[in-house]
């Protein structure tokens, strides 16, 4: 009755509206919190004050007294000296507009401002389907759950936002008054969308309150398979520590599985050994291995390049056997082989004192190169003979020395013609011969005893060494005996050699230099003592010639 009392007053006095009396909206106030409405007019002891609540639910009206609706007993007040309302333990009810009409002696003054009750944000979860998720297959859904009202969600990935852009990244909201969620729908996922970690954030005006952080393994794979090495040599080494190693991105770890020439090899490890290869009879011919990846989430299976290669066994146990006898030049012959115990021998190679052999009518090659003939050896081959044997994997060589036995040939003796009394002397004894040949020392056609060496070498000559010398080298296995011509030494007191090239200069230029001073001395002279006439020198020299005197 009163209110609408008041409002036939307002009717005929008019109101005047003041939208400022009331601080500016909405208000948001906790689920369960009090709220408090300030004025922002100063009130007037005698001024009347009429709360209500969504137009005509009347709250409380101060006059003299305070008059309390039924409905707000025990949980609304208003305070007498300003006029400012509370109400106590809201609920989501107690949303809505609250309106303020102040009765003053000049006048009527109302304003209003909207509340909102929020239900505190909490309980904020994320969870997603499938529970496996293999790349471009799988569309996931991530849906996020809060408690709370009035909320807004936010995803983010490491930190960063998430934004939909209607193809394959989606998000959609359902809000309720006191519980609401949000869903993140991505199509085609890629291994990357989920590693996060992703967060969803839910707030209102109150706070906020996010997920626990989230992140989920995308199966991908196997892909970019590759083996190596991707080029290996045609041939590899039997029994060497050869590997193949398949290799390819995929979650989880592919398996593998090896194949030579489409048949399976036994073994899923990413590596395959040599030795699995050949214990299992592959590898003698050439052939292409491959490997294949599988991923067992995905089950996927991708196949690398194949690569081609054969197994060859590496030569071993080179030797060369030749004669064991004694070979004489001009009288003998041999022969030489060269073999290997292992190994498939696809090249030999025959080398003499480090220059390469060839087949000729003196040397004769057998059709495979594994031997030499010679049919009559002469003294030119002997020396070190060499053999190479080579496949594509391996190579190893052998030497024989041979000795051929020859001479003695063209003994020559080697000394100076003269030498001086006192001064050492060497005569050399210069012969070819193999084995080196036994060397007896003639002077005068008379043996020297206890010289056999090549080098006759007498430490200080006297005339007695003077003479004709002559050697004897004997070949003790061809038998041969060659004598040279005699050379004859001179061993003298003095050794007159002349005049050297220094001396003859010095006297040369003596001799100038004394031609030079007596023609200088001849024209002094002349310079100094004139000459006389003829006359008076004929007189001279009769009366000269006539005195006794």
């Not at 969620?181 to 590693?195: A, H, P």
């Not at 592919?254 to 490890?269: L, R, S, Y």
């Not at 050896?377 to 053999?387: H, R, S, T």
């Not at 200069?505 to 310079?527: D, H, K, S, T």
């Amino acid at each position: 009755m009163f209110c609408l009392s008041l409002l036939f007053l307002l009717s005929l006095t008019g109101c005047c509206v003041g939208n400022d009396i009331l601080p500016e909206g909405p208000l948001y106030v906790g689920l369960g919190e009090d709220l408090v409405v300030n004025i922002l007019y100063k009130k007037a002891p005698g001024d009347i004050v009429v709360w209500n609540f969504n137009d005509d639910n009347n709250i409380a009206t101060l006059r003299a007294n305070l008059t309390v609706n039924q409905a707000y007993k025990g949980r609304a007040s208003v305070d007498t000296t300003n006029g400012f309302l509370t109400v106590k333990a809201l609920t989501l009810k107690d949303s809505g507009d609250y309106s303020l009409t102040i009765l003053t002696d000049t006048g009527t003054l109302a304003g209003g401002v909207t509340v909102q009750v929020l239900a505190p944000v909490s309980n904020v979860v994320i969870n997603a389907e499938p529970a496996e998720v293999i790349e471009y297959n799988d569309t996931v859904a991530l849906n996020c759950t809060a408690k709370g009202s009035g909320l807004t969600f936010t995803w983010t990935n490491n930190s960063n936002n998430i934004v939909s852009d209607g193809k394959r990244v989606t998000v959609t909201h359902s809000l309720t008054q006191e519980s609401s969620s949000s869903k993140l729908t991505i199509s085609g996922v890629l291994r990357y969308d989920l590693v996060g970690p992703i967060v969803c954030k839910a707030q209102n005006k109150l706070g906020q309150a996010s997920s626990v952080p989230f992140n989920r393994t995308v199966y991908y794979g196997p892909e970019d398979v590759i083996l190596k090495p991707s080029a290996p040599s045609e041939y590899v080494p039997s029994k060497s520590n050869f590997t193949l190693t398949c290799s390819a991105s995929s979650n989880p770890s592919a398996t593998f599985t090896w194949f030579h020439n489409e048949k399976q090899i036994t073994g899923t490890d990413p590596v395959l050994t040599l030795k699995a290869i050949e214990e299992q009879g592959y590898g003698k011919t050439a052939g292409n291995y491959k490997c294949v990846a599988q991923n067992a989430k995905t089950k996927r299976a991708v196949s690398s390049a194949p690569i081609k290669f054969s197994v060859m066994e590496p030569i071993s146990g080179i030797k060369i056997t030749g004669p064991s006898g004694t070979l004489l030049a001009d009288n003998s012959s041999a022969s030489l082989s060269c073999q290997a115990e292992a190994g498939n021998v696809t090249s030999v190679v025959w080398l003499k004192d480090g220059k390469t052999l060839s087949n000729t009518s003196h040397v004769i090659f057998s059709s495979d190169s594994s031997s030499i003939s010679i049919t009559t050896l002469k003294k030119e081959d002997n020396g070190m003979y060499k053999c190479q044997l080579s496949n594509s994997v391996s190579q190893l060589e052998a030497q024989y020395s041979m000795v051929v036995n020859y001479g003695p040939d063209s003994a020559e003796v080697k000394a100076v013609s003269q030498v001086e009394v006192d001064k050492p002397v060497t005569v050399t004894c210069a012969v070819l011969s193999v084995p080196p040949a036994n060397i007896t020392w003639m002077l005068n056609g008379s043996v020297i005893p206890g010289q056999a060496k090549k080098d006759l070498v007498i430490e200080k000559a006297t005339y007695k060494d003077s003479g004709s010398y002559t050697c004897e080298a004997k070949n003790s296995i061809t038998g041969k005996t060659i004598t040279s011509s005699p050379v004859v030494v001179t061993v003298k007191e003095e050794i007159d050699e002349g005049l050297s090239d220094g001396a003859i200069a010095g006297i040369v230029i003596a001799c100038l230099v004394a031609v030079g001073v007596a023609i200088a001395l001849f024209f002094y002279c002349r310079a100094k003592v004139p000459c006389r006439s003829k006359s008076a020198h004929s007189y001279d020299v009769e009366n000269s010639v006539s005195s006794p005197y």
